[in-house]
C-alpha cells in the first residue's frame, strides 16, 4: 500500500477498506505519510466523503494507532461528551455523580476550542490540580474514586493528533467524517462500554442549525455503535449559555452549587437527562427516568460532591475543596455589572461573541501557547426571555483589569439583543437519538 493509492480511491469515490485507512492512520502516526498527503486525503475526504462503513473503519483505525485501555472493574465504564458550548461544565458535575451510582468514568477531555472553553481548562481553576496523569495515576483514580477527568496521553489516538493539525490549517475542519472519527477515536481508545454525547446547536455552538447538528449526532451515535460502544445523544439548545456563567473559575462555581443541591436551572436540567440515559443505557438503572432519580438523589444526599471532592485531591487539587470552594477558587480584581441600555425583553443572545469576550478578557487563547487567566469570565448571565430595565444588570463581568473590561461591556451589550416582544424560547433538548 502507499499514500497516493489510497488518496487516489477516496478521490475517485473508489471502495476503501479497513486495511487501507489502517495503513494510513499508522502512518499518519509514525511519520510515513506526509504533511501534504494528509492534507490531501482530508481534502478527498471533507469533498466526497467515506459513507457510513469507510467512517467506522476510519475510526477504529485511528483508535488503533496507539495505546488503548482495557479496565477491570466492578461496574460498567461509561462517559460523556459534549460537542462544546457557552457556559457548558456538564462533565464537573456528571462525572462524579455517575461515579456515585456506581459507574467507572475515564473521561478523557481538551481545552477550549474556539470560542467554546474547555473542561481540562475548568478544572485546572482548582489550585495544585493537575489534569496531565501518567496512565498508571490514572487507572488507580479511576478505580480508587470511580471517575477522572484527564488530558490524553500522546500515545493515545496519535493518527489523530497529527490529522487535526493539519485540518486545522487546510480549511478541512468541517468534514462529517473527520469530526466524527476525531472525537471518537480517543473516547474509544479509552475502553468505554457506553457513551451518551451531547450535541449543541444554536448560537453559541459549532453547529447553528438543527440540521448539521442532526447529521453530525447520528454520524456519531452510528458510527460508535457499529464499533461496539452502546452510544446514545441528544441536541440540546445553546442560544444561550448552560450556565448563567462562562469562565474556568466561574463555571466550576456553578458546577460546585449543583454538585452541593442547589442548582435547579438548565445545567442541573441538562445534567439529568445525559445522566439518565447514561444510566439507564449501562443497566444501572432500570430505565432512563430511573437514571434520573437516582442522579437526583445522589446530589441531593452529598454523595456525588463527595466523590468530586476526592476525585479533587486524587488529581493534586486541595483536599476538603467540597467545604472551601468558595474562598479556594480564585478572584478576579475588576468585576462590574453590565447594565441594560434599554428596557424591554432579553429576546436573543450571540453566544460566539459572549465566547470571544470571555477570551478577550484572557479566559482562553488566541494562540495555543497563551496562559489562561481562570477568574476572569461572566456570571450572573439573565436568562432569554426576561424582562429588563434601563440600566438592570445582564450580567457581570469578571476582569483582570479596568480597559479589559470596558472592552468586554462594548462587545457584550452589541451581543444582547433586546426588544418590545417577548421571545420564543426554544427546548433545553431539541431531540433524542439511540
Known sequence: MDARAIIASVRDRAAIGQAELSWFANGLADGRVSDAQAGAFAMAVLLNGLGEAGRTA???AMRDSGETLGWSLDGPVIDKHSTGGIGDCVSLILAPALAACGAYVPMISGR???????TLDKLEAVPGLCTGLSGERFRDVVAQVGCAIV??????????RRLYAIRDVSATVESLDLITASILSKKLAAGLEGLVLD???GSGAFMKGLEEARALASALVETANAAGCRTSAVISDMSQPLAPAAGNALEVAEAMRVLCGAGDGRLAELTMVLGGMALGDAGLAESREEGEEALRKVLGDGRAAECFGRMIAAMGGPTGFVETWEQVLPAAPVIRDLPAPRAGYVRAMNGEAMGLAVIGLGGGRQVETDAV???????RVVPLGSRVER???LLRIHAARQDQADRAAAALVQAM???EAAPYLPPLVHERLG
Do not use: E, Q, Y
Open 391 to 393: 440600566g438592570a444588570p
Open 373 to 379: 487567566d481562570p477568574a476572569v469570565g461572566l456570571d
Open 112 to 118: 477550549g476550542l474556539g470560542h467554546t472553553g474547555g
Open 151 to 160: 488530558s490524553a496521553s500522546a500515545r493515545m489516538a496519535p493518527a489523530d
Open 417 to 419: 439583543d433586546i426588544g
Open 199 to 201: 450535541v449543541k446547536m
Open 58 to 60: 476510519l475510526t477504529l
